[in-house]
């Protein structure tokens, strides 16, 4: 009997997937650079791998398969589009690869999300059971198509329009397992649900359902927002292949010399603590980044893969989390982490900076708010700019007293570190979203822009 077990990385928005095929064996579709947690799953359920299996060339993390191919000695199947340079089996649409006795997963050329786009059909004594669609059909939407950059937007968006129409005839009750989702930018909004089935996506997803292509193109193209920058590079590295780890590095201690010679060579100091702590006292030039789900995502936007990175980290933070995030986006420039924390930075002589956390009755100057342009329209505080997050390295900030703000103070606690490292000295972060301000002060917030 065949289960699909599926991962998911919450902060990456990217679902990989474990097919448990019934006779000891098991094939990957789109895993993470360090699958672990499949690995694992793989012992409990005494089955082997045998196959790896990518839909595109993922700009959003790092592929794990090249490493599962040259090191486990699984095969690795991606599409013959992909032009990938590390050892692999090509396949073309409609190619049959028969994983199991009388199972075979069936490549659909889909392009759109990328021009080497396949989706995979699994059947089962040649039924078809699932649907494993990469960034093409998702639960409730639909992959962007503007991540080969601007000009190839509209002409892939043309692409995914017929990429779709390849499954209308399939069965109702095939289950779709999408490898991007909620929380995921390789995506239009959509749903926090991560599966579906087909007969689901008809009557529920509406850019699905539209049946004129011109009118798909138009409705696809105007729901993009922004994305991180590190997307321009990832896709070069996966076909390139990433630099093979058999174990997840660790990072190595530092004292508060070697991180000050650090940041006087120009590397970077990113500050993972909760921000109640960043607030407090923190190294000057430091960029707050608080370590949580999304850590990676605004790591990759507002750093350089090229810039070593020094960290502060709380004792009861998980440094192989941090670790692994930043490995799973290409950032491999690891110098350390400080050990005893600003403690021991203060203990050395140093000083610390502070940035004031501000309850929403004390919301007085100019309000930057630095959510999703799609966050701000749903609700903002009256006469508060929207400068999101990725754009405040490269956005004048207004002169005068600054009041930074997101939905709930990491991204802004991030915002002003960035400000305040750019000698704008007179910033303060809202301890809370729109809507803690909205309770506490009684005021409605504002939609649209």
């Known amino acids: 009997m065949i289960n699909v077990h599926d991962f998911v990385d919450e902060g990456l928005g990217h679902s990989s997937y474990l097919i448990h095929l019934g006779d000891g064996t098991a094939v990957l579709i789109d895993p993470p650079r360090f699958p672990t947690a499949h690995r694992s799953l793989a012992e409990r359920l005494d089955v082997r791998i045998r196959w790896t299996f990518d839909t595109h ?23 013959a589009a992909s032009h990938l340079a590390t050892p692999h089996h ?5 190619d049959r690869v028969d994983v199991a006795d009388a199972i075979t997963l069936t490549a659909i050329a889909t392009p759109g999300h990328t021009p080497d ?41 043309h692409n995914m329009f017929h990429s779709l129409r390849r499954f209308d ?18 995506s239009a909004p959509g ?7 087909l007969g689901h996506e008809r009557t529920t997803n509406p850019l699905f359902a539209i049946r004129t292509e011109d009118e798909f193109v138009e409705r696809l193209v105007a729901g ?57 006292g923190h190294l000057p030039g430091s960029i707050s980044n608080t370590l949580r789900p999304t850590f990676a995502s605004w790591l990759g936007w507002l750093t350089t893969p090229d810039q070593p990175i020094a960290f502060l980290l709380d004792t009861d933070q998980d440094p192989d989390d941090l670790v692994r995030q930043c490995f799973d986006i290409g950032y491999e420039r690891l110098a350390g982490a400080l050990s005893g924390g600003v403690e021991a930075w203060t203990a050395a002589g140093l000083s610390v900076g502070t940035i004031a ?45 600054v009041t930074m703000m ?9 915002a002003a570190s960035l400000v305040a490292a750019g000698r704008h000295g007179d910033v303060v972060v809202l301890d809370g979203g729109p809507d803690t301000w909205s309770h506490l002060t009684g005021t409605p917030l504002v939609t649209g822009r």
């Open 406 to 414: 997101c939905g709930h103070g990491e991204r802004a606690m991030t």
């Open 169 to 186: 005839d399939l069965p109702d009750d095939v289950a779709v397992h999408p490898t991007h989702g909620s929380g995921s930018f390789c």
């Open 224 to 280: 993009f927002g922004t994305f991180p920058t590190y997307f321009a590079r990832l896709p070069g590295v996966n076909r390139l292949g990433p630099r093979r780890y058999d174990t997840l590095p660790r990072l190595q201690p530092l004292t508060a010399a070697n991180v000050e010679e650090h940041q006087a060579n120009g590397g970077v100091v990113v500050d993972a603590r909760p921000i109640i702590g960043f607030a407090g």
């Open 57 to 79: 060339s993922h700009a959003d993390y790092i592929t794990g398969s090249p490493n599962l191919a040259t090191r486990d000695g699984i095969t690795f199947v991606a599409p």
């Open 357 to 401: 956390l501000v309850e929403p009755h004390a919301v007085t100057a100019v309000v930057v708010d630095v959510r999703q342009a799609n966050e701000y329209t749903t609700g903002h505080l009256p006469g508060a700019v929207n400068v999101e997050l990725g754009q405040i390295p490269t956005t004048p900030i207004p002169a005068g007293p």
């Open 191 to 197: 749903t926090s649900q991560r599966t579906s089935t």
């Open 90 to 94: 090509p396949i073309h649409d409609a």
């Open 117 to 157: 786009h396949h989706a995979y059909l699994l059947t089962d004594h040649g039924r078809p059971v699932g649907l494993f669609t990469g960034g093409s059909l998702m639960v409730g939407t639909i992959g962007r198509t503007d991540l080969c950059g601007p000009d190839l937007a509209v002409p892939l968006a």
